[in-house]
């Protein structure tokens, strides 16, 4: 199981008319196995078979890592990035976006380069104003 908690934990006083417990506060993108067992007044009776179901997808919780400008001409910078640390992806990395904005000029306007695929570390963001 993925995360920092594996330790088991278990849901005590469930009524006997349950038939089905709502699990809550678990971690984002995690694989959890879980078992039930039903108790009579003289103990408990054996666990089920363990099943396993990995929690939904979410947004990243931190952004990408050491990123890098490096000017390749009058008009074109080249910027680096590292993935956001594994434990804060929440799932499968599919995309980027690179906004740039200049600083002064005609076009102070914020630009956005989208769709920059999962595999991509870096982009080239072109024409830029001299």
């Known amino acids: 199981m993925a995360g920092e908690d594996t330790e088991r934990h278990e849901v005590p006083d469930i009524g006997a008319d349950a038939s089905s417990q709502l699990l809550e506060g678990l971690e984002k993108w995690t694989e959890y196995q879980v078992w ?9 009776g054996p666990e089920s ?21 490096v000017s390749l001409s009058s008009t074109s910078l080249k910027v680096s990035w590292v993935a956001p640390p594994a434990a804060s992806r929440h799932g499968a990395i599919v995309r980027y976006t690179v906004s740039y904005q200049a600083m002064a000029g005609e076009d102070t306007e914020r630009h956005e380069v ?13 024409g830029l104003e001299k």
């Open 36 to 44: 039930v067992r039903a108790h009579t007044d003289v103990g408990p």
């Open 49 to 69: 078979a363990p099943v396993r179901m990995k929690t939904r997808e979410d947004a990243p919780s931190a952004p990408p890592q050491d990123v890098h400008l």
């Open 114 to 126: 989208p769709d920059i695929g999962a595999d991509a570390s870096s982009q080239l963001p072109e």
